[in-house]
């Protein structure tokens, strides 16, 4: 199983970007999928949610409204579009996945994004 994140970069304050996450060797409709970010010092948070199905998503009340998640089950890939970034939206993102019946869980390796001037 390999999860892969891809998008990350440099970003100016107000800009958008969006991230990928590739999934490989699972069942990726069977697999609810989730968006975190984490900061040096800071523990990681969930950022967003998606059901394996994409018919529920949820975003965290920090960045709701600028954030949506996305899922296509036929290319085995998530997404996350992030837009009027902010520099509190600097982080590394992480993707991971959840088994609906198996209840387990693979993760990637992050991707660095950073908002500044």
Known sequence: VSVVESGGGLVEPGGSV?????????????????????????????????TGDGNNARIVDSVKGRFTISRDNDRDLVSLEMNSLKPEDTAVYYCSLQGMSSRKEFWGQGTQVTVSS
Not at 33 to 40: D, E, G
């Open 18 to 50: 969006t991230l990928s996450c590739k999934c490989f060797g699972v069942p990726f409709e069977e697999y609810h999928a989730r968006w975190h970010r984490q900061t040096p010092g800071k523990e990681r948070e969930l950022v967003a949610f998606i």
